[in-house]
């Protein structure tokens, strides 16, 4: 059993040696690590446009939240009020 997984593995090893051989051969111009790495190619529009979106939203909505607790805390004046907060 292990000849037979040892083999396969060969295999497949080769096989995706081959196949990511022949795709770098094949590989469009717009691909190419030079260009990509100075920034000729114009016509490359960024993967994403909005990296941190809905970081800022979650964090902002996270600051209301926590200003509004903490004017809550800040309005406590007594023991009672404290109780009723904690309830």
Do not use: C, H, W
């Amino acid at each position: 059993m292990k000849s037979d997984r040892r083999n396969f593995l060969k295999s497949a090893g080769i096989t995706g040696i081959s196949l990511t051989s022949s795709l770098s051969f094949g590989m469009p111009a717009y691909l190419n690590q030079k260009e990509l790495q100075t920034g000729t190619d114009s016509q490359l529009e960024p993967l994403n446009r909005f990296p941190r979106m809905v970081q800022e939203y979650f964090t902002g909505r996270v600051r209301k939240i926590e200003e509004s607790g903490n004017e809550r805390r800040r309005a406590l004046r007594s023991r009672r009020d404290a109780e009723e907060y904690v309830r």
